[in-house]
């Protein structure tokens, strides 16, 4: 069965998934919209698929699923629509900056009994797979502290900042789901430590820069996440899980990994610098794993649920650090 | 001139400070007093040096300073009287497991201007000292976060974690001077999670295996502190330093690097598996380091405020567990 | 302009070169020819081209140049026919096995004008190039020594060995462009040691599957290259560079990049297991290079004659293990 | 027992000897002789040891054994007179750089049944010993191939190269004891490449800076070495040895292990700039090997055979590079 795919907003996100559905053998991309037509045509052009309305491709026989890469604002919205038209969804995260419109969200997705994937890429990075990989094979024993290491090489757009909801639900969100996904236990408890060391702008925006965050379930076992807005040395991702047995990591990544000598010592090149030649296997893998999940009729995970997990998370971090305390998740969800 | 040497306390530390003091142009040891002479007398007959009383190296005319290495509940008492004696003192830490204790001691050495060194080893690491020596060359730009992580092979006996004060003043003490020597800024607020992970017997003591701290100063740099009573793989002592510049960290060390490549991978052997062959260096660049403030005449850094302070931040962590929330320095100093 | 591609042998290799050119923005593929039709098919239907004869793509005018992937025994007709009808030509390593067959087709090349070049795909790894782009940058100043090592995970059929030319023309050659190419200077001097120990099928095929060999230029500059058809922990491809000023080298590469770490140790996957997953990013890029020299009207390198020069090497490191000795590079060219 | 030692030789490496002699409880320091009376006072104040004459330490009741550190043109008379009084011999390598005068310089040894051990200190370097102990186990299954890394930081002076017996008797000599050490077959030939990169002074004094050679046992293992008296980084000393079942290798060593990261990638510090920092354990190693073999009644490796041995395999060099050829050992031994 080939999945037949319609996308949803053609930007720079947009471009990586189109990649992905038509590399794909088992998908098609049939056709794409967007709001501003010249990108939707450049990708049609590219791929020979149509352009068309959104309301289009919501009517659409031809098409079995969808990827929403509009902006996060439409998303709720596009989520309940295309579920409502039975299409399957794949959606960028997060779902809605609002955890109330999130579940309300979530429940029009179950009263449809819709498909949801959430656009957690990391997941499908193939050295972050590998670390789970090796938690499900025993070779840790049981999980007992996971560290997160995430941080940007460099802050956005203060403008982006505003819209975009605070380094919590933005930035951590991506690690909220990778300490989930990796702790195999929920979180019961968030504290939070925020600064704001990398440019005052940040903190004149309401948001933080610098963060760190301590997670802990209800059996005991702990995460760490460690974020800053800024990485001289390039796009710093690395995850440490330590276990009864043995302790499994993931170490960073390099475009180009040679090693210069010299008097001045030993010098490898910078990390990736961008987050999609960083994640650019985990982007296509998280479509064809999508794809995989839609052909074999299974559930395609991330779930809905997952990402509201993450979000709750957010919420719970901010809360923590607005009152100087431990928030239970129970006072969130 | 040369610094003449009394030793308190003739076990395996005392053993580490023995060879250390005759290993120095700049020192002698004089004598050495043990409650168990046959302790005593074993290091004599290796180095040379008389047996004695602890009353009489108090009394006596040859000896400038003194290592005290006697059990724990000991080191504020003769703290007190060594300087009282004139004596210059070098003392293992912690100087007492009680804050008020530690703070009257203090007194005492400050009223006679009394010399004191106590025995934060870690900062002497050449690893450590290496990192710090990069944040003091402003190789990373101001410091923002600080990372320690700080896990042992194996659990102590539960008679021991029963007298050792529990594991913030016990182990984490190390990683709180660590982080006071990295950040360069009081730390203002602290917030730790706790857990029993390893064996429920250090939890009916009353005490965690597992623990994780966050520390923040007045200004926003933050610290990081992950501690685990079980590494499989050794002791494991890493430490990474985030300024505005850039990172520096320093790595693990094992005794033999050598990697072994087949069909399973690459191996390389496990690291230290314990902390006197893993920090053989430090406890000798520690007391070299007293010997030439004691020529010098300088003041002999780690201090007993420094003691205090370390002390004071497990006191902070243990009352954010109980309490679950953020506890500020002001609460407790 | 768009380069259109005929596509000769639809093969292991000729699936990749498909991929390479279909991918790339500046060509098309136009035709694929195979004397497997279904192979030809294949293809044909993945990539939406036509299945043609080899005759009909070499008197097509919608064709502008050709990638030879069929057998190495057909190479150089294949090239000769192809520049003589006007086609630029990308032809997989080796031109022949016989170094007069390989001078007498590229006199063909020249007399033709024809544009040729040569499919030593390492010099498009991205590792490998930077380390070129290393020495370029001056930063290791002059060249001195050139060590490859290159190691195969296992051995190939000896059906494949008695075909093959020999280790020195088959495998090896790779690593004599590579030294070319980094050396800078013409090798004047060969010298080798060859021994079976891996398989002694392989002895009796006549074949070698542990080789080393010295090179030397007129101005003293050494290369050194070691060779196994045996790697239990994967495909063993590393370079290192030593220079007047510094040393720049390029580890290996494996596909996962994460650590277990227990009481054994701290292990790390093996390296790639195939020279195709090992060197996709290298097969992609010099087609792409191909296609940018077409499209530029530069020369296309490597050319012809560097594949000359690598075979005349390891013509030479034959004679030097059959006469123990010293082989100049002028008894061989 | 209390091995009883004099010193012959109070110059640099003498000092690491006596340092290692008096900190071995197996054994005591009894007497330094120097031709330069304040340097063996020197040692004598620093150990507490007497100055006596080598004749009266040659002719000495009180001294078991000595340790030959003096000029290289003496050893082999030393060696001689001191197994004729009686006396174990350590003795710094090389025995002497006359192939002949090490062979009569041996039979006396033999003649006399003398006890000698020749200092190649690498074979005790722990890293390199863990190396052999994992050929021991069996980790890598039988040995195929030896790579042998040594580069200088920088060259000796021209004056002590011209006294050097050159840089295949002087430098690569301790390359050749660790592919013997390693190989654990006889090296059956030899063939080198030679040149002058670094300093044409080396070359106007008849020697060469920039060498490689292959080694060659009857069964077909091999090994390559490569040299050079310049390595901008630092003391660059690896070792890996390919074996039928995997592949076993030691690192370079560092004194300090951070590392530094910012725009410019990550550094790491340079190497030991010093073969006495770099081999540091192996010193004191050695001569705990020689003490326990003595004590034990064992004979001590690496004997003087070992020396010979290596020093044939330097001749054979030579003789390669000046006939352009391979050079059997039985030409030479």
């Given at each position: 069965m080939t999945v037949r795919f319609g996308l949803l907003g053609a930007g720079r996100i947009g471009k990586v998934h189109a990649r992905a559905v038509t590399g794909d053998a088992g998908a098609r991309l049939v056709a794409v919209a967007d709001a501003m037509p010249a990108a939707a045509e450049a990708i049609a052009a590219q791929y020979g698929c149509a352009v068309r309305s959104i309301e289009s491709i919501e009517a659409?026989?031809?098409?079995d699923a969808v990827v929403i890469c509009t902006p996060t604002d439409t998303h709720a919205d596009l989520i309940e629509r295309f579920v409502t038209a039975g299409k399957a969804v794949f959606c960028e995260k997060?779902?809605?900056?609002?955890l109330d419109r999130v579940k309300a969200c979530l429940q029009v997705v179950r009263a449809r009994k819709g498909r949801l994937m959430v656009g957690f890429n990391r997941r499908f990075d193939p050295h972050f797979r590998a670390v789970r990989a090796e938690i499900d094979k025993g070779s840790i024993g049981a999980v007992e502290m996971v560290v997160i290491t995430s941080r940007d090489p460099g802050a956005p757009p203060v403008d982006y900042i505003r819209r975009s909801g605070g380094i919590f639900r933005d930035m951590t969100i991506h690690d909220f789901d990778m300490a989930r996904f990796l702790l195999g236990e929920e979180v019961s408890e968030v504290v939070a430590t925020a600064a704001v060391l990398v440019d005052p702008a940040i903190g004149a925006a309401g948001d933080f820069d610098s963060v760190q965050v301590l997670l802990k379930t209800a059996s005991g076992k702990q995460a760490t996440i460690s974020n800053s807005r800024r990485a001289t040395y390039g796009y710093d991702q690395r995850i440490e899980v330590h276990g009864a047995k043995g302790l499994v990591s993931a170490e960073n990544q390099r475009p180009v990994s040679i090693e210069v000598a010299n008097g001045a010592g030993y010098t490898r090149p910078p990390l990736h610098d961008f987050f999609m030649t960083r994640y650019t296997e985990a982007y296509a893998a998280e479509i064809a794993a999508f794809i995989a999940a839609l052909s074999a009729g299974d559930a395609a995970a991330p779930s809905g649920e997952d990402g509201l997990a993450a979000l709750a998370l957010a919420e719970a971090a901010l809360k923590s650090v607005a009152e100087g305390r431990v928030v239970k998740m129970s006072e969130i969800l």
């Open positions: 659409a026989d031809d098409i997060p779902i809605d900056l609002s």
